[in-house]
């Protein structure tokens, strides 16, 4: 094996393994620095809250949370191939001009979903000094914060989803117990009327809509 004295041979080995580095990580990129994770908590609390146990299945909120990822994403998805990936295939910028240009879309949508109190904890914790502007906030900081934002978010959607659900569940408690009807599983009787609830409400069009705007 022959080696290389020329610092541009090794630059590309080294954007190489960079970038077989990013597609080997490419899932958790996706999960954690788009609207993926607050939008699969919130399927998974309201299939909670309804009680039915797996409907829909995995994969089906799993496909549906990604489609809405990806519908959500796109104008910042455009805006990083505009800005960095394009220019970069075209040889008009270098891989690290490239890589920075692309991530200030996604930067820009992280910090308009964090909140500060959460910015300011990861600051505090790593230690770093304040930064005088958004954009001074490292990268380290802000994918935490975003992550511990969106956690914090989907389980306040998730709190309002299960309230009406659980109202029916007392109602159908109440019931059984001053009919005598103690053996019976409030369950049983409660689930079909969840159901119907979120049916006539048109349930999924208001949480997949509501969903959606609250990143517009």
């Known amino acids: 094996m022959e080696g290389t004295n020329s610092?541009?041979?090794?630059?590309?080995?080294?954007?190489?393994?960079?970038?077989?580095?990013?597609?080997?990580?490419?899932?958790?990129?996706?999960?954690?620095?788009?609207?993926?994770?607050?939008?699969?908590?919130?399927?998974?609390?309201?299939?909670?809250?309804?009680?039915?146990q797996a409907a829909p299945p995995n994969q089906v909120l799993v496909g549906l949370a990604l489609f809405l990822t990806f519908f959500i994403m796109s104008p910042v998805f455009s805006d990083m191939n505009k800005n960095g990936l394009a220019p970069y295939l075209d040889g008009k910028l270098t891989f690290t001009d490239a890589l920075n240009e692309a991530k200030k879309p996604l930067r820009k949508f992280m910090l308009q979903n964090t909140r500060k109190k959460d910015i300011l904890v990861f600051l505090e914790i790593s230690k770093t000094p304040t930064p005088k502007t958004v954009d001074d906030i490292p990268d380290l900081v802000l994918l935490p914060a975003f992550v511990t934002s969106e956690i914090q978010t989907a389980f306040e959607i998730g709190f309002l989803l299960f309230l009406p659900f659980l109202i029916i569940d007392f109602v159908v408690s109440s019931v059984l117990l001053s009919m005598g009807m103690m053996m019976l599983p409030p369950v049983m009787i409660s689930m079909p009327f969840k159901i119907l609830l979120f049916v006539l409400v048109d349930g999924w069009n208001l949480v997949v809509t509501s969903l959606v705007k609250s990143y517009m």
């Open 7 to 52: 610092p541009k041979d090794v630059a590309v080995t080294l954007q190489i393994i960079f970038l077989i580095t990013i597609l080997s990580i490419a899932p958790a990129i996706l999960i954690l620095t788009t609207s993926f994770t607050r939008i699969i908590i919130v399927f998974s609390f309201l299939r909670s809250a309804m009680g039915t």
